[in-house]
């Protein structure tokens, strides 16, 4: 089945940075575009970053683009998420998604507090 399992999350102040990776199991990895969400206080789940199947196209919401960059290794079935200059509104639990065909698959969430 299906597995995504996020890591790296943890307390960071503000202007710092923090690396987030998704192991992902259960589907050819090198088919599938890879997503992360956050769910942050009093908002909807959001689209954070995207990668495509091969990793030459990237896109991000924009109040992060610049600041975090999703990249991924289809020999290890990983994708990452570097993010700098944290803010507080950066606060809130990321998730790495994969759609497969008409069902979206979501990790466990990592939790990400940024704050002094």
């Known amino acids: 089945q299906v597995r995504l399992v996020e890591s790296g999350g943890g307390l960071v102040q503000p202007g710092g940075s923090l690396r987030l990776s998704c192991t992902a199991s259960?589907?050819?990895?090198?088919?599938?575009?890879m997503t992360w969400f956050r769910q942050t206080p009093g908002r909807l789940r959001e689209l954070v970053a995207a990668i495509t199947e091969t990793g030459d196209t990237t896109n991000y919401m924009d109040s992060v683009r610049g600041l975090f960059t999703i990249s991924r290794d289809n020999d290890k079935n990983t994708v990452d998420l570097e993010m700098i200059s944290l803010k507080p509104e950066d606060t809130g639990v990321y998730y790495c998604?994969?759609?497969?065909?008409?069902?979206?698959?979501w990790g466990q969430g990592t939790q990400v507090t940024v704050s002094s």
């Open positions: 259960g589907f050819t990895f090198n088919t599938a575009a």
């Open positions: 998604s994969v759609r497969l065909r008409c069902n979206r698959y």
